[in-house]
C-alpha cells in the first residue's frame, strides 16, 4: 500500500512538473515572439510559437535524459537571457542632410601682418596646407612670401593694423563680401590661432542643409550680450543677444548669409557694427539673432584660448572642429598632449596634434606615422 502511494505521488509530481515547463516554455516563446514582432515586423513570432513550443515540450519530456532538470533550467535561463537582450542596432552615422565636400566652404583666417611670421606660417605648415583651396587669409599688409605660399588666396583687405573693433569689423565686411562672390555653401570664420579639422568639420555641416538659417559655433558668455541699439535722433533701445565668438570659430550657412545682406555687403557691415559698437563677431551675432531672430546652434567642437584647453583628451582630439591656444588664467593654455614634439619645439601643440590626425605628413617623425 505504502509503495503504491508512493509510486503514485512520484507520478503525480513528474506531471506536475511537465505541466510547469510546458507553461513557462510558451511564456518564454510569448516574450520571444514579441520581440520577433519588433525586429522582423508583425506575425513572424505568432507563426512559429506553437511549432517552437511542441518541439520543446517534447523534449522537456525526457530531461532526465539530457542531464537532469537542473541542466535544463539552466538551457531554459540562457534561453530568457538572449531573448530579453535588446535588439543591436548598427553602429552607423546617421544620413547626412546633404552631401558636401571642403570644397562647399569658404574658411577665412582673420590675422594682423605682424603675426605673418609667428601664427600664421605655423596654419601654412599644417592645416592649411591640406586645404589652400578651401582656405582665404585676410590680412592688412602686403606679404609677397605670402602670396608665393597661397596665391591670390591672400587678401590684403586694407584695413588698419590695430586691434579695435572697427578695423576688425573692417576686415569681417571684407570676408563677408568675399564669401558671398565665391558662391559657396558656408562660411567658416576662425583667427590665426586656431587649428581646423576641416575633415571633420566637413562631416559636421554635412548634417545641415546650406539653405536653411543655420549659425553655429560657441558662445564666450554664459549669458546673452547686452548692448545698446543706437537708432538716430539720439534715441537708443536696448538689445540682447547670444554670439559665437570669433576666436573658436563660427560657421554661417548661404541661406542665412544672404538674409544678413542688407546689414552685411558691401559698407553696411561698418553701419551695423557701429550701431551697436561691438567687435565683428559680436555684431555678426547682432545681426543673426537680434535682427534676423535666427537663434545660434551652439557646438562644444569649437573651442578658443578663452576655456581650459586641458580639458579636451587626446581620445577626443579627432572629433573637435578647431583648436587654440594662448593663456587662461595667467598660464600657458594648450591641448594636453605628449605627441610627436615637446612643448619647446611644438608650444601651440599644433604641430603635434596635425601628426596625429595626419601621420602621413612628410615632417612627422617616423615614429607616429607607424
Sequence with gaps: MLKSNAKKAVISASSAACVCLL??????????SQVQNETHGPGAG???????????????????KKGGFSAYFSKLTREKREVEKPPR???????????????????????????????LNLLLDTWIS??????????????????????SHAINT?????????????????????????????FCHVDDDNYVNVRTLVKFLSQYPHTHDMYIGKPSLDRPIEATERLGDNKMKPVNFWFAT????FCVSRGLALKMSPWASGGHFMNTAEKIRLPDDCTIGYIIESVLGVSLTRSNLFHSHLENLQLVSRSELHKQITLSY?????????????????????????????CLLYPDTQWCPPQVAS
Design 46 to 64: 505568432t507563426r512559429s510559437i506553437l511549432q517552437d513550443a511542441a518541439q520543446e515540450a517534447a523534449d522537456a519530456a525526457q530531461p532526465v
Design 326 to 354: 594662448g593663456m587662461f588664467e595667467n598660464k600657458s593654455n594648450i591641448i594636453s598632449l605628449k605627441g610627436a614634439f615637446s612643448v619647446e619645439e611644438d608650444p601651440s601643440r599644433f604641430k603635434s596634434v596635425h
Design 246 to 249: 570669433g576666436g573658436a570659430g
Design 158 to 186: 586694407n584695413c588698419s593694423a590695430a586691434h579695435s573693433r572697427q578695423a576688425l569689423s573692417c576686415k569681417m565686411a571684407v570676408e563677408y563680401d568675399k564669401f558671398i562672390e565665391s558662391g559657396k555653401k558656408w
Design 23 to 32: 507553461l513557462l516554455l510558451v511564456a518564454v516563446q510569448h516574450h520571444r
Design 130 to 151: 591640406r586645404n589652400k583651396q578651401q582656405t582665404y587669409v585676410f590680412t592688412d599688409g602686403e606679404d609677397e612670401e605670402l602670396k608665393k605660399k597661397i596665391g
Design 89 to 119: 542596432s548598427p553602429a552607423t552615422d546617421p544620413a547626412p542632410a546633404e552631401d558636401i565636400s571642403a570644397d562647399d566652404i569658404f574658411i577665412a583666417v582673420k590675422t594682423t601682418k605682424k603675426f605673418h611670421q609667428s601664427r
